[in-house]
């Protein structure tokens, strides 16, 4: 997943000069990339329509750039470490546990929440389609960011639009709103962003082969009466291997 992030801040002369000693200045440009690699492996399903699933962090590489700079990233405390979880087939996941030190860690919740949304994601409505029919899909979900509580409405329409060597392929039209209020007002993030993608889905593994999207947000944060404006472009791109 890559970002091109563009922010301004309105700041007082004092401030902008402060910024302007460090070589800082606006709007300030940022970029990041995160490549994962994750291996997912299913267990059966039981008598109680459940069955275990494992995430395993292979490797996740961060690179961030400031300013044209590339500047210390934080690397990901997953790297090695397996989450486990059992899900419904209704697609509702529960996080059993992680491997090693990192089994008591505040990354619990987030991970769950994280885990959940993408399996809500891949759920698409069951029903036949043909080549220009469209399937719609709505997640709204809640995920900490900060420790804040952060509500988030996903909506995306995929749109058939061929079907090769066993390969569906769609088009996606995707929107995004989020907000974030601290309890004690004085910090709040809302934003929302729009964009469109590719999904190739494998007929014969019944499972997406790969997801691309691209999606631009407008966002406005406020913190100790700053305000800050923003624009991001975001790519995500997954592949898929079924084995």
Do not use: C
């Amino acid at each position: 997943m890559t970002s091109n992030i563009e922010m301004n801040m309105d700041l007082n002369k004092e401030e902008t000069d402060k910024l302007t000693e460090k070589g800082i200045t606006m709007p300030i440009i940022a970029s990041t990339s995160t490549i994962s690699d994750l291996s997912v492996i299913a267990g059966k399903i039981n008598d109680k329509d459940v069955f275990p699933i494992i995430f395993k962090y292979n490797n996740v590489t961060n690179k961030v750039m400031l300013g044209g700079k590339e500047v210390p990233a934080e690397q990901s405390p997953l790297i090695g470490h397996a989450v486990y979880a059992t899900v419904t087939q209704a697609g509702n996941m529960h996080l059993d546990s992680i491997s090693g030190a990192l089994k008591d860690t505040s990354l619990r919740s987030e991970l769950e929440n994280v885990f959940n949304n993408l399996i809500n994601e891949l759920k698409l409505p069951e029903k036949t389609i043909k080549i220009g029919d469209t399937l719609f899909l709505e997640i709204p979900f809640n995920m900490p960011i900060g420790g804040i509580d952060t509500k988030f409405i996903v909506k995306a329409t995929y749109r058939l639009v061929s079907i090769k060597k066993g390969m569906a392929n769609f088009d996606i039209d995707q929107s995004v709103q989020f907000n974030m209020n601290n309890a004690d007002t004085t910090s709040a993030f809302i934003g929302n962003g729009s964009g469109r993608g590719k999904m190739v889905y494998s007929i014969k593994e019944n499972f997406f082969k790969s997801i691309d999207r691209d999606i631009s947000f407008d966002y406005q944060m406020k913190y100790k009466g700053k305000t800050m404006k923003a624009k991001a472009k975001i790519n995500s791109s997954y592949f898929f291997s079924v084995k």
